[in-house]
């Protein structure tokens, strides 16, 4: 009998997360710092707007690229706050979350062959995706001195006769980088005049900490080829919902659409009514819950400090990557060791990539109270190790 599964299903390596979080879950009175979900219930004003939708019966199937409504609040949301509009019609498609507009964004643009600039440590998806679209991944290992933040050179690079699409994942997961104008005005140069396009994905850019979020879009030369991807898992804890969405050029957007329309047919109905509330009346919830996973990041920045542990300070999403290679271990060993010895969970840097080797990803999408026992914990296992 023939092999059912495609060999570059079974060559993809399973998530590094998913790991840690399954064992974990068997594990009494473990702490887990690894999974990026946000602690905060989707504010109630959001849920109601959901149930109310339910009580009205609008349960049907929306159109393929979403409910028009929530296109329209997209555009003007963005437009308010990042400066970048998009037509609703033609512009903007609701999917299954980001992942979802990573996935189809991918299979729209490359053709078998064809190469994508990824930034290393960065979400678990790009790759997987990449290969699945027929494309090539190349990537570019960020530095910790440059404060994991993609520069013009290492770009340059990386810049093939076959290079098409370049990943742009900032705020960063895992990392919790971020890209400020300076720098992206250099990206943009580079992109223009090598005929690159753009993945944009920006789905933490309402959590940032310093200054305000900029998104490549904005820039001169930049909105008609780049596809800016986000959603509302993060900024409003919508993460069971499952709703992202993507903007772009119409002819790239058109063809996502058809893709869409076939593996999904449209985004859950009453997701995108509630998501039409989030982008009405829940800037204030962000700006909350903004407030107090800053709260949590600087309480961990301060006690690595105090322990001695190395880590560049991050400035968005809600992670930080402390290094852990004075203790001579690989990031897989060290996660594994703490999560026996201490019942402490976090991710090995190299989850995220090879360039993630000697770093560990730690959530601050948690109580200050479970952070606070979770590093009694690892200050006990460091201490042991020395």
Known sequence: MRDPIAKRVTDMKPS????????????????????G??????????????????????????????LMELRKEISRYLSRK????????????????????????????????????????????????TIMAGGVPVIVSLKEENEFRLTAEELREAITPRTKVLILPFPNNPTGAIMEKEDLDAIAKICIEQDIFVVSDEIYAALTYKGDHVTIASLPGMRERTILINGFSKAYAMTGWRLGYACGPANVISQMTKLHQYCIMCAPTTSQYAAVEALRH??????????????????????????GLKCFEPYGAFYVFPSIKEFG?????FCTSLLKAKKVAVVP???????????????????????????????EYITSLS
């Open 37 to 66: 979900e946000p602690d905060f219930d989707t504010p109630w004003h959001i849920r109601d707007e959901g149930i109310y939708s339910l009580e009205r019966g609008k349960t049907f199937y929306t159109s393929n690229s979403g």
């Open 16 to 35: 590094g997360i998913r790991k840690f979080f399954d064992i974990v879950s068997e594990m009494p009175d473990a702490i887990s710092l690894g999974v």
């Open 349 to 379: 840097g190299t989850a995220f990539g090879e360039s993630g080797e000697g770093f560990v990803r730690i959530s601050y999408a948690y109580s200050i109270d479970s952070l606070r026992e979770a590093l009694g914990r690892i200050e």
């Open 82 to 129: 990042y400066n970048v509009s998009y037509d609703a019609s033609s512009e903007v498609v609701i999917t299954v979350g980001g992942s979802e507009a990573i996935d189809i964004a991918l299979r729209a643009m490359l053709e078998p062959g064809e190469e994508v600039i990824i930034p290393e440590p960065s979400y678990v998806s790009y790759v997987p995706c």
């Open 282 to 307: 829940g800037d204030n919830d962000v700006s909350d819950m903004r407030e107090a996973y800053n709260e949590r990041r600087r309480f961990l920045l301060n006690e690595f400090k105090r322990l």
């Open 329 to 333: 271990m690989t990031s897989d060993d």
